[in-house]
Structures are given as structure tokens and as C-alpha cells.
């Protein structure tokens, strides 16, 4: 009972009763809705905010935003079609990064960089099976999971395409999205 008091007043002091979406902002920290508002966890204290800023505002999420906002897809099939095409353009984004940023490495950065791409990549399909399992095991599979775990896997693969172009930036003073 004494957890439960603890617990209520805790969420009280905070601002959330019962109910409400304190989700939210934590989720909003690393998807932004403006250019202003933006997580540096992900980067280097010293990669500067001008070029954080200008990786949050791709070309790439402005474009998947405004065709979501225009969608009038409903059946399942439509919206997985729908953010597996958004899968593919980050995942190609990624593949030009990743091919660029080796253009200017040496040798021993390339063997550290291809090992790096490998763990990622094993990572990130071990986090979409065990995903599936997890829905599995605790409210069986619908059909939406497919699209949740396809959501997941763009945001790994965005962040991974942010953190080869900060590579790339603190290589070459410079980056550009393809």
C-alpha cells in the first residue's frame, strides 16, 4: 500500500495523473518534431548543434512525414508497403554514408569500421527477432507487429546513418545527405 501512495504522489508532483500520455515526451526526445528540439545522447559532446540540427532535419524524414500526413491508406498491407519503402530509401541512405565514409578512411579505420557495420547489423536483426518473440509471449502475434518492429528497425537504421555521418564530419569537415 505504501508503494502504491509513494508511487501516486510521485506522478502527481510530476503533472500526470491517471491516464495521461508522460510517454510522450520521453519518445519525443529522439524523434523531434522541429528542428530546435533534438536528442545529443546519440552524438559527440563536441559535434556542433548546427550539424545535429541539420542530420535531424533530413530530407528523408521531412519527405515520410508529409506523405503521412497526405496518406489515406487504412488496410494493413498499404501501411507496411508504405514504411517498408521508407525502410529501403534510409537503408540505401545508409549504404551511401557507409560507402563515402570508407572512401576516406585507412586501412586499419576501414577493418574497425566493417567490423562495427557487421555487430550492427547482427544487432539489429537479433532486435526484430526478439521482438517478434516478445509479442509472441506476451499477447500473442497481431497484424500490426510487423509494422512496429519495421518502425523500429528505420529509427535504428536512421540513427546508425547519423552516426556514420558524424564520422564522416569529423573526418572531412563536412556532410551532405545523397
Known amino acids: 500500500?505504501?508503494?502504491i501512495v509513494v508511487l501516486l504522489l510521485i506522478l502527481i508532483i510530476s503533472g500526470c495523473d491517471y491516464g495521461c500520455d508522460c510517454v510522450s515526451d520521453f519518445d519525443s526526445a529522439d524523434t523531434p518534431t522541429d528542428t530546435?528540439?533534438?536528442?545529443?545522447?546519440?552524438?559527440?559532446?563536441?559535434?556542433?548543434?548546427?550539424?545535429i540540427e541539420y542530420l535531424y532535419s533530413n530530407p528523408i524524414d521531412a519527405?515520410?512525414?508529409?506523405?503521412e500526413e497526405e496518406s489515406k491508406i487504412y488496410r494493413t498491407k498499404d501501411i507496411y508497403e508504405f514504411y517498408m519503402n521508407?525502410?529501403?530509401i534510409w537503408e540505401n541512405e545508409m549504404n551511401i554514408v557507409y560507402g563515402n565514409l570508407m572512401d576516406l578512411l585507412d586501412d586499419e579505420a576501414k577493418t574497425l569500421l566493417e567490423n562495427s557495420q557487421v555487430a550492427w547489423e547482427e544487432?539489429?536483426?537479433?532486435?526484430?527477432?526478439?521482438?517478434?518473440?516478445v509479442f509472441d509471449m506476451s499477447k500473442g502475434r497481431g497484424s500490426m507487429d510487423t509494422i512496429l518492429i519495421l518502425n523500429q528497425k528505420i529509427d535504428m537504421i536512421r540513427l546508425r546513418t547519423f552516426s556514420l555521418a558524424e564520422y564522416h564530419y569529423w573526418?572531412?569537415?563536412?556532410?551532405?545527405?545523397?
Do not use: G, Q
Open 1 to 3: 500500500m505504501r508503494k
Open 36 to 51: 530546435t528540439s533534438y536528442s545529443k545522447t546519440l552524438f559527440m559532446s563536441e559535434t556542433p548543434d548546427e550539424f
Open 63 to 67: 519527405e515520410m512525414k508529409k506523405a
Open 86 to 88: 521508407y525502410h529501403t
Open 123 to 133: 544487432e539489429s536483426i537479433n532486435n526484430s527477432h526478439l521482438w517478434r518473440v
Open 171 to 178: 573526418i572531412a569537415d563536412y556532410f551532405e545527405f545523397a
